[in-house]
Structure formats: C-alpha cells, structure tokens
C-alpha cells in the first residue's frame, strides 16, 4: 500500500508540476535585458495597448535605441491578433496569436531563424508559421490556407528558434494585418536597446517627451507580469493536487506501518527483551517506511519519464486572447528531487507514530498476549 500510494503520488505530482515549471519557462525564455516593450501607458498586455503611428516614429528615434549596420533603429512595431486553428489530438477549435510584423522583427528577434519555406512579401495575404505550432495544429504546413479577416492567408514559411513563445506563433505583414482587419493603430513596439544599461535612460527619454502617452517595461519585466495570473493558477493546482495525493498517501502509509507493527508485535518485544532500544525499534521502523517510500518514488519517477519526459502540449497561454502556448514538459533533475523529498516526507510522516508505538509497548504483557 505503501509503494502503489506514494507511486501514485509521485506519478501524478511531476507532470503536474512539470506542466506549471514549463509554462513558466517558456514564456519567460523571450526575455531579454537589452529588449524594452513600449505600450500605451494605461495598457497592462500587447492586446489592450493602442499606439499612433506618430508615437511609433517618435519611439524609434529616441534615444538609448540600437541600430543595426545601416543606420535603421532596431524596432518592431506589431499588431496582436487572435487566429482560428483546430488542435491536431482533438480537432477541437482554438486559437494562436496572429501576429503582424514589420520588416525588423527578425533583426530585433535574432534567436529566430526561418527554418523552411521563404519570408512573406509586403502588401500580400502571406503567414509564417511557428515550428511549435506547426506541430500541435492542423492546416498549418506550407501551402495550406488559413482563413482569417479579408479571405484566405496562405503559410509559405516556418519559423523556429530559442525556447519560448514566439515559435507558438503566426507572424503576417503588419500593414496587410491592418488593413484587412481596418485597424489604424498598433498594439506595441519592441525595441532593442543600445546595451542592458540603457533601459533607464530610453524609458526616461521617452517620459520626458510630452508627445507621448506611453509606458516602458523590460522585455523579462513584462513578460513575468503577463503571464502571472496563468502562472499562479498552475502553481495551485500543482501544489493543491500534490497535497490532497499526499495526505491520502500518508493515511495509507499510517495505516500500513500500524498493521505491520501490530503483526509483528512478538518480534519487536523479543528484539526489546534481548537488549535493543526503544530508540533502536523505532528508528528501524521508520527506516523501513522511508525504504518503501524511496521504492515507490523510484516507480513514479519511472512511469512519469517515460509517460510525459519530452511530451509537448498546447495550454491556454493567458496572455493574447487566451490563445494557445506550446512547449515541452521535461522531467527534469529538479522536479525529480522535489518528488523525492514529498516521497520522503509522506514516508516519515506515515511511520512516525507506528515507530513511536512499538518503541512504547510493554514488553511482558506483548509476549504473554502471544
């Protein structure tokens, strides 16, 4: 009883925790300190925020902002849509995060790499499509078409790159994406800083100037705060599920280790009678179920690496329009010692008492009642 519970236990809590540990991971892998995400100033996410195209311009020639070999400021200024997609286990309805680009965005975001197919040409109803999404939805291989505002847009290429969010993405020309879906505003600029020090001074430049209506946060600041809500709700159900298996575990171990003390009740006091401590009698019963508990843990870890270790999945990312996130749950060294430790706990807490018990029984009426 006392393996299969705490097999179950730790079966079920490292996927769980690896769901909430992989989300949080891929969403923050996009950030980086030399990267500062400009939106409207009372705007919390990319979808609330609305800049002018005179903001836009003001934007990129403050100061603190790179600029590439040309002379052009590394800036990406980008509409944040939501795409109709069927998910390939079910063929249930979601969606993705339709993203509209301008001609830097692969210069401000070097980590990404066209992988197959070409680039989508200005002015056409054209996709690219994230690697991860690709491969978690339908109708998304080059020269599949996508129905979406205006018509069908048609994939012609995919791209790939890093660990985080983005490759869960459709990336289309901005001014075709305004166009067709009568916009006149974006939803936010990206821009790469001269260096990881000049976010103060660019967020300063851009407070000081009147025209502006504007906030600045760096990419790994905005990106923590935009997924926090998602990020706390996996946490608890993690840690929630995780404690309710727990506790059930510990009865079944409570329960177990009684049983085994009482019915070997003659043994224990022969082992008393002959010289042996309390102490000794208890430490090896509490031995004992944290042996147990180590074998069960190394069955959940088991069944968990090779049910779930490299598994990708899509969830509710949170942050654009509910859209989907795809990453990769991973059992990874650390989640395979937090389970441990759970394993170990739930071991401990079930022998406590029954060690405490055989180490206080009376010795003489033990034997005579045998």
Same mark, same amino acid.
């Given at each position: ?93 979601? @969606?993705?995060?339709?993203? $509209? ?33 690709? @491969? ?48 006149? #505003? ?38 923590? #705060? ?32 009684? #049983?085994?003390?009482?019915?070997? $009740? ?10 042996? @401590? ?93």
């Amino acid at each position: 009883m006392i393996v299969i519970g705490i097999a179950g236990v730790v079966a079920v809590l490292i996927p769980v925790l690896a769901m909430y540990v992989g989300f949080r991971a891929t969403i923050r892998a996009d950030g980086r300190a030399d990267r500062a995400i400009v939106l409207s100033r009372d705007a919390t996410t990319e979808s609330e925020s609305s800049l002018s195209r005179d903001s836009v311009g003001i934007v990129s020639n403050a100061a603190g902002v790179r600029h590439d070999a040309q002379g052009r400021p590394l800036v990406s200024t980008e509409v944040v849509l939501a795409a109709p997609v069927a998910r390939r286990r079910d063929h249930s309805d979601v @969606s993705v995060t339709l993203r $509209g680009v301008g001609p830097e965005y692969f210069a401000v975001r070097p980590e990404l790499k066209l992988v197959a197919g070409r680039g989508f040409r200005p002015g056409t109803q054209e996709l690219l499509v994230g690697a991860a999404a690709r @491969s978690q939805f339908e109708g998304l291989e080059i020269g599949d078409r996508v129905r979406l505002q205006d018509g069908d847009w048609t994939v012609v290429g995919v791209f790939a790159g890093g660990s985080g969010a983005r490759a869960s993405e459709l990336l289309a020309d901005a001014q075709t994406v305004m166009s067709a879906y009568k916009l006149s #505003s974006y939803n936010s600029t990206t821009v790469t800083l001269a260096s990881d020090a000049a976010m103060p001074g660019f967020a300063e430049a851009l407070a000081r100037d009147s025209r502006l209506f504007v906030a600045v946060r760096s990419e790994p600041e905005y990106l923590a #705060s935009e997924s926090s809500d998602v990020n706390r709700m996996l946490g608890l159900v993690a840690y929630a599920i995780g404690s309710i298996m727990a506790l059930g575990a510990v009865f079944a171990a409570l329960n177990s280790m009684y #049983s085994s003390v009482a019915t070997r $009740g003659t043994e224990i006091a022969t082992l008393r009678a002959i010289g042996f @401590s309390g102490r000794a009698v208890a430490i090896a019963v509490v031995t004992e179920a944290l042996c147990l508990a180590l074998l069960g843990a190394a069955i959940g870890v088991g069944l968990s690496y090779a049910a779930f270790d490299g598994v990708t999945i899509s969830t509710r990312g949170g942050a654009q329009f509910d859209s989907q996130l795809v990453y990769s749950l991973a059992v990874s060294p650390r989640l395979v010692t937090t389970a441990i430790i759970v394993a170990c706990g739930v071991g401990l807490a079930g022998g406590f008492l029954p060690a405490v018990r055989a180490a206080r029984a009376n010795i003489a009426s033990t034997l005579y009642e045998r």
